[in-house]
């Protein structure tokens, strides 16, 4: 079914400045074209994407600003040539919605490294020039190569956080192999991200460390997330008797941080992947060299690696810890995000709450 040239009302929030404040907006999502899906949304993840962008932290957004991009909702319409979907399908909605399709990396099904760049779920340039509006809206028109299956035993709510927490960790863990049972991992930060690496280094059989300056988060994190070992990275002893422990380490911190006191942890040969975007990366040659460490970085992962996560969480019965709210919380949700006042995703009850 196409509904060539007709577009239609979309009801959303935006920001129009960069005071980063939402409110109700109208607007029009483009025709279903052929190879389009048609998806009423029905939750949103709040991502800290969501506050770099409606703030304009990179000086580049284009508003106003429709956030979101950690997307479940339900399919209502197809185009003609859409095989995968079908009406009353559950799926989602990642971080990009389009790339060239024809590159090395979208043939390798590595979408978000297309060489032309990924066009992004919000504030991006879409193939027909428009720019790209996101998840807090009722619903979303996408190319269905980057919609992914959600089977309908998995709630949509906690599928959301999937598509952009759940990817980010999943991604690099899988490619650099931290996923071997009985090996060690160490988890910087325990926020959106940190929280799913903990539900998968578990999942994947590994004895996980979470390294933390809140001693307050101790209880929690060894009791509800179930982590082996919790680490105050900010002392010293603690630190000391960890020195040479741990296979992996994921970092999901945000600010500022050292990086010396991290590696010392890794074993020979072990992995650390950087998640975030410190304002600078500085530590010793020598704690690189020696032990033949690697320091990789990673943003999200491909359609294929996706669509595997989903499956894996649903497998595993893996599901994000959320706090569910209406749209019109969406202000005080940001301004906690930023707080780190969250456990430990936000999701949004778009079906219930977003009203014209």
Request: some cysteine; aromatic content about 10%; overall charge neutral.
């Amino acid at each position: 079914m196409s509904s060539e040239g007709v577009t239609e009302d979309c009801l959303g929030w935006a920001a129009r400045d960069s005071s980063g404040v939402l409110s109700p907006y109208k607007f029009s999502r483009r025709a279903v074209g052929d190879d389009d899906v048609y998806i009423k949304i029905t939750h949103c993840g709040v991502c800290y994407a969501d506050v770099i962008w409606t703030r304009n932290h990179h000086h580049d957004s284009k508003y106003p600003v429709v956030p979101g991009h950690e997307i479940a909702g339900i399919v209502t319409k197809v185009g003609s040539n859409v095989h995968r979907f079908n009406v009353g399908d559950h799926v989602g909605v990642g971080t990009y919605v389009n790339s060239c399709r024809d590159c090395e990396y979208c043939n390798d099904r590595v979408e978000v490294n297309c060489v032309k760049g990924s066009v992004f779920t919000f504030n991006g340039v879409d193939v027909d020039g428009t720019i790209t509006k996101g998840g807090y809206s009722s619903h979303i028109v996408v190319h269905e190569r980057y919609c992914f299956v959600i089977p309908k035993s998995y709630p949509l709510a906690s599928a959301a956080p999937l598509l952009c927490a759940g990817i980010t960790v999943y991604s690099p863990m899988i490619r650099h192999k931290m996923n071997q049972p009985g090996k060690s991992l160490g988890v910087i930060g325990l926020g959106g991200l940190g929280h799913m690496a903990v539900k998968f280094g578990k999942a994947f059989g590994l004895n996980v460390t979470i390294l933390s300056s809140s001693i307050s988060k101790k209880e929690e994190a060894l009791s509800l997330l179930g982590a082996d070992k919790f680490v105050v990275s900010s002392d010293e002893e603690q630190m000391k008797a960890s020195a040479k422990s741990l296979d992996f380490i994921i970092d999901t911190a945000s600010g500022d941080h050292p990086f010396d006191p991290y590696m010392s942890l890794l074993k020979t040969y072990g992995v650390f992947v950087l998640l975030g975007f410190p304002s600078v990366i500085k530590f010793s040659p020598a704690n690189l060299n020696i032990g033949m460490k690697t320091f990789a970085g990673s943003i999200t992962g491909g359609t294929k690696d996706t669509q595997e996560m989903i499956d894996f969480c649903v497998a595993k019965e893996i599901y994000p810890n959320i706090e569910v709210i209406p749209i019109e919380y969406a202000n005080e949700a940001l301004q906690r995000v930023v707080n780190r006042d969250v456990k430990y995703r936000f999701v949004i009850d778009i079906e219930n709450s977003l009203r014209s």
